[in-house]
Nanobody
Framework: QLQASGGGLVQAGGSLRLSCAAS????????MGWFRQVPGKERDFVAA????????YYADSVKGRFTISRDNAKNTVYLQMNSLKPEDTAVYYC????????????????WGQGTQVTVSS
């Protein structure tokens, strides 16, 4: 089970930190990913981090602004979002998989319920 939190309303240029707490899976062995979706549009990859934190992928649209990290002792993955833009507005989902880092959401087996991020201009 994945429980995402930390979403909210923020002005453009502001920051938010999302958290995703995991239970019921071997977190320290899992790749964790963040995805986002706007109603009526496809789900987009945001970032992913391997089990040790040694491998990290970002979508081009968030490179340099977002940072993914994890704390295996707390079974939690984070997404620090800085310099937010109105186009970052979406529901953000965390997801988990085993065996390798990937940016394809179809490869992720476990999904959280999502947290809304709204960036006002």
């Amino acid at each position: 089970q994945l429980q995402a939190s930390g979403g909210g309303l923020v002005q453009a240029g502001g920051s938010l930190r999302l958290s995703c707490a995991a239970s019921g899976l071997t977190f320290s062995s899992a790749t964790m990913g963040w995805f986002r979706q706007v109603p009526g549009k496809e789900r987009d990859f945001v970032a992913a981090i391997g089990w040790s934190g040694g491998t990290i992928y970002y979508a081009d649209s968030v490179k340099g602004r977002f940072t993914i990290s994890r704390d295996n002792a707390k079974n939690t993955v984070y997404l620090q979002m800085n310099s937010l833009k109105p186009e970052d507005t979406a529901v953000y989902y965390c997801a988990a998989k085993y065996y390798g880092v990937a940016n394809d959401g179809d490869l992720y087996r476990y999904w959280g319920q999502g947290t809304q991020v709204t960036v006002s201009s």
